[in-house]
Structures are given as C-alpha cells and as structure tokens.
C-alpha cells in the first residue's frame, strides 16, 4: 500500500516556508555542474528549484514539521525514500527525484545522508529507485493484455480532457507535460505535431510524423474540446493553495485522473509512462521492426537500417540518443536474457 502525503501538510505556510529555503539553497548553488564547475543549463537551474520545492513538501507532508534544512536528518531522508519507493512514480521520475535530493544534501553538506538511509531500508526494494535503463517487459497497454481503446473510453468518462490525453500520449509519446502544455489547433500541422520550444522536455521543440489514424483521431478529439490557442490542460484546475502554480494543479488532476483510471502498478500493471511506451513499439513496428518486447527477434534488418529506426523513434519521442529505445521496449539480448532467468527458476521450458 502506498504511503500517503497529508495534503493538508504539505501546503500549509510552514511547509511553504521550508521549501523556499530549499529552493534559496538550490538557486545559489544549481548554477554550476558538479563535475566541471562549468554553467549549468537553465532547465537543469530550473529543475533543482522546481525539486527543492516538492522536497520540502513532501517532507511536511510526511509529518515531519522541519523549520531549517540543517535539520533534516537520517529519519526524514529514510521516509522521504520509503515513500518514493511505495509511490507510483515512473522510473525516470524516481531517478530524478533521487538525482536532486543527491544534490540537496551535498549542498547541505550532508552527502552520507542518502547513503546511511540506504543502508537502513530493509523493507524497501532499492531496485525500484535505481532506472532500468533496458525495459525487460512490455510496459503498454497492448503488452499486458490491455484494449487501448476500452482505456480511452473509461478516461473520456471520467474527464473528457483527460480522455483526449490518454490518447495523444498513447498515439504520440507524449510526457504529462507536454501534453498539458499542448494547443491542439496551433501545434497541428497536418502531416505532423509540431512540439513548441519551451513546451518539450529540455526546452527544444521537435515533430512527430502523423502516419496513422489514430493519431489523426486523438488530435481531432483534442481540437473539438478546446477553442482556437487554448492549451489542452484545464483552464482553471480548482482552487490553487498559494504559491501553486496552475500547471501544478494541472499535474496534480491528471494524477488524480491516472488513478481513478487505474495507471497503477497495482491497478493495471501499467503507469501512465506505459502510454509513451506504447508509442515507442508501436512506432518501431510502423517503421518495420518489432521490438523485443512485443517479441521481435534480433537480425530482423540490417544493422544500418535498424540504427535508422531507433534513431527516428528516439527523436520523436524527444531524445538526442537512439539507445535510449531498450529502455521502452528492450534490446534482443536482454529479454532472452530475462527470459531464460524465469525459465531456470520456474523450472520450465519453451
């Protein structure tokens, strides 16, 4: 059962004012990398005051009632890790996280923090805080058995914003963000989606081809709910405690709306990242290669062409690297690998 913030504790004025120290930590000292002492990019300035914020929240919401960071101490941290770790946060969620309380603490000074709390966890699974960077099984929908379309249906009842993103995520790999983000009748040009900068991850825009016409169909949807440059997100998400930003709010309904769906690991088996996994074999398909974890074998194309087609998934799901594929849906090598493991230890055999 995963461990549950108090709301009510995280946004209260003292959690505020704890977490705009943080962020006062993180300003003066994000500003240059650790390894070169070289400028560090905005987004990588803006990521660690957005982190030291949700830190200092989630530690006040945990119950821990922390007035000065040189407080925080061995417990706070072992909480802040149960929690994540009981949590439904994607993998790359959960390394981030772990990435900018790495760097809190050694901006406090306290660097062996993380370490000794690691070494005191034995009812945590560590594993589930350290990124697989090779999927070892399918995380879409279509790879656990799951009709996309009865989850586009149940997603449209329960919102019918959240519906249209259900399924622009699923048909175009779009993270939370950018799908929030995104104004349907700007962005659509007719043979692609055109991501603005600012509105993508690490501030670059990029296109994604429209091939098919189920990616015609979510955009579609997504243009018949909203007016001329509007964005997709909800245009007032309730009641915004102070210093909540309105994508905050908007992060937050979509949260409550991926639970209420059953984007659970507990739930479905799936999270709301399986949608961008989806896009990434479905696409490897379109383009003539079926990935290991659809059950694609290896020496499928030449190697030239298959560097070609993770190249051409990569970049439209928004990554400079084409190995950055294995980690959506696997390399040959791998899952035969994951594969004989479960064999031996069941005893079986194909």
Known sequence: MAIQLNETLSCSPGARRFSRQLQAIARKNASRRADNQKQASDKTIEDAIYYAKR????????????EKPENIAERHIKSLLTWLSKSDKSPGTLTVWMTQLRKMLRWLKKPSLLNDAFKNLPDVDLKLLKRQTVAMKSKSPEGNGIDPYELYEKADRIDRRFGAMVQLQHNFGLRRKEVLHLKPHLDDKGLYLNLRPGTAKGGRSRTIQIVNEGQRAALDLAKSLVALGEHLGWPEAGKRPEGRTLLDA?????KYFAKKLGLTRKDLGITGHGLRAAFAENRAMELGLVPPTRGGAKGQLPKAEEQLVKSTVAEEMGHGRSAVTTAYYGSQRSVARDVASDLASSGGSE
């Open 250 to 254: 908007n992060l937050d309904r979509y």
């Open 55 to 66: 830190i200092g929240e989630a530690l006040w919401g945990l119950g821990y009632q922390i």
